[in-house]
């Protein structure tokens, strides 16, 4: 439901308007979601119902008896015959429930794991998988408050003042019925006041002044603000240390929302949650001179804004503890056998019940205030040339200054300058392959740095020129064109302050490898944080010291380049009929520069890996991996207490990272990305004549990128850069590509009614019922966008993975369509659009990267929707009132659009599988607008 109008008072004076509008909306949007939860048996640890009956075939328990399909298995004690001892019948309800103190021996049921439990229902549909559904509505919520004074002051001299505010309110239904349900209460509002003033200096000079005052603010509330983390037996240091109080994050087994649930899982990211509050302010000045002299037209102007951010946003983790469980802790019966497929042993509930995390992380993000300035100044001739020539020449410069904070918290890097840990290596003994492929680390560089004012250096060489013509043939048919320079905009980001967020990761004791099972350094949910125990927020206080051993995330250069982009098009016009105008248009723009996903600097470099495969072929390393994974001699011993890098000894591959002294090293949006676009664009308009518009447009265009390229985009892109030593190979179709796009729009008033070609001289009861009618639509079709296909994973714990890539792709094999053509039909029989022997695994063991980012024949389902309205028009009093009812279709024709894939990862088992649309059904709505 929605309703708004405004109206205008003009006093006995005739100098001052008055308007003012208010709008409101309400929603109830529909919201389902099938879930896995626990059965009422499981919650006592009662896991018999995993077990079908089945057997593993060629498996056999240390008793010799055959492994069961859906085991679960025991991970204290010691193996027996190189296997675990299973669980009697799956049943852990009748172990005890483990002491909160002391070490743990046997195995028991941990007290957190049976608190969480309680907060969570049981299910409401058969079943152990998918057992969970919920039906309820998403609640939205809109207000808008606007006001408007105009005042002219003399006859040389107006103003006006606007302020406008809006609320959004987006409030998801809590389906655990408890703290526990993840989401967030969503609550927007924005704020704008400004003012305008006009002064006409001259006849030919009017000066326009202007200042404004925007805010942005926006909260996302976790339904668990201020929940107590110690209720559930969690250690009181958790919530000592966390700024705010929400229900931990617990994620028991690797199945996501939309996905099919498995047994002895519970849906991943349903249980806790973090949100976020953060404030846009903007505030901005402006000045313009307009001035007529002869064929010129001159526009000066002067820009300034001053941006504010105050952010406070969660990652990935939590304040009071991210847990993750997976089926390796209890899985069997010899743990190190990988298991196909993965419900056939272990549990990841099991392990949560004996209170076993695969990963634990913790998160402190410390708010701060950031800002920077922009500033700018303009010219512009529009010059008539001639009668049917007209030039635009004008010139941009301006200037941004990067982020800054008060306080000195946000940090660069400067990759060239020495280290503070240089010169004080040990290099005696330093590994030959080492020295020979990695000779700066005799000479290390990398300087973590907090500077005063602005992070980065400020460019001032921002000139930006436009050049526009528009010259008419005749009196039908006009050429226009013109070319653009614009730079981006500067990110205004907290995520390089240093030392503010923190995260505090700790290192479980791995249970496919090893000893397998449940030693003295196994870290427990009820005590998570031991290994190496909570971070503690440094700010600047250790300056180029911070993190040295550690992860040294979201880092910038000192100096970045320019960001830019340039836009040319060429514009043929013409009128074919009166009121029928065609115009066909090319339209190009080149980005450079350009904003992109982070990338990992202490990724090993594509000739590094190609040196390990010499040596393996010279027979100097048995393989590429344990060649990287062989410990040599560590010249950090010692410098780097309370780290992983403090040993007598490292594997190999740290040593022949980019910057050694720290484990990762992340460049935050680093300005290296570019992009290509042209097109075809045609556009057909019927003016409004005889009750009848229309306008239709068609676009044939390419837009080749290398992946999330541009200020906003490189947030919405799906993947990372595969190998940074190669970023070119990123540059393909862009996941915006769209290279078939049609629009078309049109309204018609029926000829029915006063004044129309039938109806003309009906009565007004006559007119009121049959007049006054229109119909109006729109439609759209356009091809589907590419598809980013990765790979499942890294399956080798020694492989690929410890180059340090954040992104690995299958290959494609040469020949195979990679789609099939009956798109449709393959959704609706529950079967994958991706033809999975179209695609192989790189080698791991070759340590191989994959194919390309995109490719133009795998994209998503062709878009296309027709929306239809039927409006009936009643006036009042002569005109001065009207009556509007209209009936309004969306998607009229209940068009299917198939949405996403649930997983794009080659290996998965939903890979290619579609189960959601990508469009809404049908809606009918109905509205009523009296305007007076």
């Not at 939590?318 to 990988?338: I, K, M, W």
């Not at 998570?528 to 600047?540: A, E, I, K, S, Y």
């Not at 080698?843 to 296309?864: C, H, L, P, V, W």
Request: aromatic share 12%; proline share 7%; with cysteine.
């Amino acid at each position: 439901m929605g309703f708004g109008e405004g109206t205008s008072v003009v006093n006995k004076l005739e100098k001052t308007f008055f308007f003012a509008n208010y709008e409101l909306r309400r929603e109830k949007n529909p919201f389902t979601r099938l879930l896995t939860v626990p059965t009422a048996r499981m919650r006592t640890g009662d896991l018999g119902e995993l077990l079908t009956g089945a057997t593993r075939t060629g498996l056999t328990n240390p008793d010799g008896s055959p492994a069961l399909f859906g085991q679960v298995y025991n991970p204290f004690g010691t193996l027996v015959n190189t296997r675990r001892q299973p669980f009697a019948n799956n049943n852990l309800s009748v172990l005890p429930v483990c002491s909160t103190s002391g070490p743990r021996t046997q195995a028991c049921l941990d007290p957190v794991a049976l608190a969480v439990l309680q907060y969570l229902p049981l299910p409401n549909r058969p079943g152990l998988t998918d057992n969970f559904l919920v039906n309820d509505t998403v609640d939205f919520t809109r207000d808008i408050v606007s006001a408007r004074v105009d005042h002219t002051m003399s006859e040389r001299q107006n103003f006006f003042v606007r302020y406008s505010y809006e609320k959004r309110l987006t409030t998801p239904p809590n389906f655990f019925n408890s703290a526990a349900t993840s989401g967030n209460v969503v609550t927007d509002r924005f704020y704008n006041g400004t003012f305008n003033h006009v002064f006409s200096l001259t006849p030919n000079v009017i000066n326009n002044l202007r200042l404004g005052v925007t805010r942005a603010h926006a909260i996302q509330a976790p339904n668990s603000v201020g929940f107590d983390p110690t209720i559930l037996g969690l250690p009181s240091y958790l919530r000592d240390a966390a700024p705010i109080l929400v229900f931990p994050i617990f994620n028991i087994g690797n199945v996501g929302l939309g996905a099919p649930g498995q047994a002895g899982e519970i849906t991943t990211g349903t249980i806790g949650g973090m949100g976020n509050n953060q404030a846009r302010d903007t505030y901005n000045a402006s000045d313009s001179i307009t001035w007529l002299r002869g064929k010129h037209t001159f526009r000066l102007g002067a820009e300034y804004r001053l941006y504010k951010f105050y952010p406070f946003q969660g990652g990935q983790a939590s304040p009071t503890g991210s847990f993750s469980f997976s089926r390796d802790a209890t899985r069997g019966p010899v743990p190190s056998t990988t298991v196909s497929p993965i419900e056939a042993s272990g549990s990841s509930l099991a392990s949560f019940l004996l209170g076993i995390p695969s990963g634990i992380n913790q998160e402190i993000v410390q708010p701060i205030t950031i800002w920077h300035h922009y500033g700018a100044g303009y010219v512009q001739d529009d010059w008539k040339v001639f009668r049917n020539l007209t030039l635009n020449l004008g010139l941009r410069w301006d200037f941004e200054t990067p982020t800054a904070n008060k306080q000195q918290l946000v940090s660069n890097f400067d990759f060239d300058a020495p280290s503070p840990l240089q010169g004080r290596l040990n290099l005696t003994n330093l590994d030959p392959a080492v020295a020979a492929i990695n000779p700066g680390i005799r000479n290390l560089n990398g300087l973590l740095s907090f500077p005063e004012g602005p992070q980065t250096k400020t460019n001032y060489d921002r000139f930006a020129p436009r050049i526009g013509f528009a010259y008419s043939l005749n009196n039908k048919t006009t050429i226009r064109g013109g070319f653009g320079m614009f730079f981006l905009p500067i990110s205004l980001e907290a995520l390089t302050a240093t030392g503010t967020n923190i995260t505090s990761p700790q290192t479980q004791t791995p249970f496919i490898s090893g000893t397998t099972q449940v030693t003295n350094q196994t870290i427990f949910l009820s005590n998570p944080f031991t290994n190496p125990g909570l971070r503690t927020p440094t700010g600047n206080s250790l300056g180029a010291n911070t993190s040295l051993g550690l992860a040294l995330g979201f880092v910038v250069e000192p100096e970045r380049p320019n960001p830019y982009n340039m836009q040319w098009n060429l514009v043929l016009q013409r009128e074919l009929a009166r009121n029928l105008v065609l115009d066909v248009a090319y339209v190009g723009s080149r980005g450079r520069n350009l904003p992109t996903r982070d990338i990992p600097l202490n990724q090993i470099s594509s000739e590094t890996i190609e040196f390990a495969r010499g040596e393996v072929a010279a027979g100097r390393a048995t393989s590429i991996a344990s060649f990287f994974s062989q410990q040599v001699p560590n010249p950090f011993v010692g410098l780097l207490p309370g780290t992983t890098l403090n040993g007598a000894t490292l594997p190999r591959a740290q040593l022949l990272r980019r910057f050694p002294q720290y484990t990762t090293v992340g460049l935050f949006s680093p300005h290296i990305g570019y992009s290509d676009y042209h097109a075809l664009q045609v556009n057909l308009q019927k003016r409004f004549s005889n009750g009848f518009s229309l306008l239709s447009n068609y676009v044939w265009s390419k837009l080749l990128d290398t992946g999330g390229a541009g200020a906003g985009a490189r947030f919405t892109d799906p993947t990372n850069a595969e190998d940074i030593s190669n970023y070119d190979e990123e540059y393909s179709y862009s996941t915006l590509d769209v290279p078939h796009r049609f629009t078309a729009s049109f309204t018609y008033e029926l000829p029915f009614g006063r004044g129309k070609w039938i109806g003309n001289n009906w009565n007004g009861l006559t007119n009121a019922f049959l007049g006054g009618w229109q119909i109006s639509g729109s439609g759209v079709y356009q091809t589907g966008a590419p598809i980013t296909i990765t790979y499942q994973g890294f399956q080798l714990t020694s492989g690929l993975a410890a180059v340090g890539n954040l992104q690995r792709r299958p290959n494609r094999v040469s020949g195979v369509d990679p789609m099939y053509g009956d798109y449709g039909s393959r959704v609706r029989e529950g079967l994958p659009v991706f033809n999975l022997d179209a695609f192989s695994r790189p080698s791991e063991e070759n340590f191989e990267f994959g194919g390309a980012r995109t490719y133009n024949d795998i994209r998503r389902d062709n878009y296309k929707n027709i929306d239809l309205s039927i409006i009936k028009n009643v006036t009042f009093g002569e005109g001065r009132q009207k009556l509007q009812l209209r009936a309004e279709f969306l998607n009229a024709f209940n068009m299917v659009v198939f949405g996403s894939p649930l997983s794009v990862q080659f290996g998965s088992a939903t890979f290619g599988q579609v189960t959601s649309p990508g469009n809404r059904p049908r809606i009918i709505q109905l509205v009523g607008r009296f305007t007076f």
